[in-house]
């Protein structure tokens, strides 16, 4: 697998640094290898989106710092990264789109920013160890299959502005 990305410098709308991949003027970082070994990674400060894809299938990373810049996690962002531990989601996440955390195995703990009104389709499906999920209290819906094959819960404790839960939640 990939350990390093690289784009040629005359592309305009791209670039690498470090091997990572990120949008020309730095704001999105469109991928990291999948094969990296590293185990932490820290997003850089100019980053605020991180892009479709962004971290999948990574199985080294335990895990990753994001700063309060960040603004979007889309779809898949952190799909498949098996050995993925460790996350905190920062305040100024506005959006979490769906599956962005699909099958992250190892995922034990998250704290959904208080911005977030929904929990879109699938995206902790698949976490079989997520025990904690600490719920914002605007939270307004939890879309289908969002937490379907999450084994490890006890106990869920929902705010009272929930109003929608989709099937297999």
Sequence with gaps: ALEN??????????KSVDGIWFSQ???TLVKYPCGRKTESYTIPD???CLGDFAFAYNESLKSVEIHNGVSQIKVDAFAYCTSLESIEIPETVEKIQPYAFQNCLSLKRIAI????KVIERGTFE???KLEEVVFPHGLTEIGETAFEYCEAFEKIELPESVTTIGMYA
């Design 25 to 27: 003027d730095g704001k």
């Design 113 to 116: 920013p208080e911005g977030i």
């Design 126 to 128: 698949g976490c079989t």
């Design 5 to 14: 990305l690289l784009v040629a410098d005359e592309s305009e709308f791209y």
């Design 46 to 48: 100019e980053v605020s």
